[in-house]
Nanobody, 125 residues
Framework: QVLLVESGGGLVQAGDSLRLSCRASIGTFSTNVMGWYRQAPGKEREFVASIMRSGGSEDYADSVKGRFTISRDNAKNTVYLEMNSLKLEDTAVYYC??????????????????WGQGTLVTVSS
């Protein structure tokens, strides 16, 4: 079973940048695709971004396109989320996810192979 551990969350001001990291315990077919979801207070968890092992085929939610960049280092079994121009509405718990298949905002979340515990990002004014 793959374990995912996120890091990098914290308190920032609007307009700031932050980088999240998620390290997988092992590199297997279950980490062919890695990505991020987030859940804001009082809202459902939503897709943020995903990236395939090859480094291509990135998917982003419309709300973060142009501000967030996802990348991965396969040698370290790690995926990153570079978040720029942060807004108040980006405040959420960010969860790392992994699956053997490509996933996006149209995917069933309960079908993904692995989830992290989440890291809190708080954006203040």
């Amino acid at each position: 079973q793959v374990l995912l551990v996120e890091s990098g969350g914290g308190l920032v001001q609007a307009g700031d940048s932050l980088r999240l990291s998620c390290r997988a315990s092992i590199g297997t077919f279950s980490t062919n695709v890695m990505g991020w979801y987030r859940q804001a207070p009082g809202k459902e968890r939503e897709f943020v971004a995903s990236i395939m092992r090859s480094g291509g085929s990135e998917d982003y939610a419309d709300s973060v396109k142009g501000r967030f960049t996802i990348s991965r280092d396969n040698a370290k079994n790690t995926v990153y989320l570079e978040m720029n121009s942060l807004k108040l509405e980006d405040t959420a718990v960010y969860y790392c996810a992994a699956d053997r298949r490509r996933f996006s905002s149209y995917s069933r979340q309960d079908a993904l192979d692995a989830w992290g515990q989440g890291t809190l990002v708080t954006v203040s004014s």
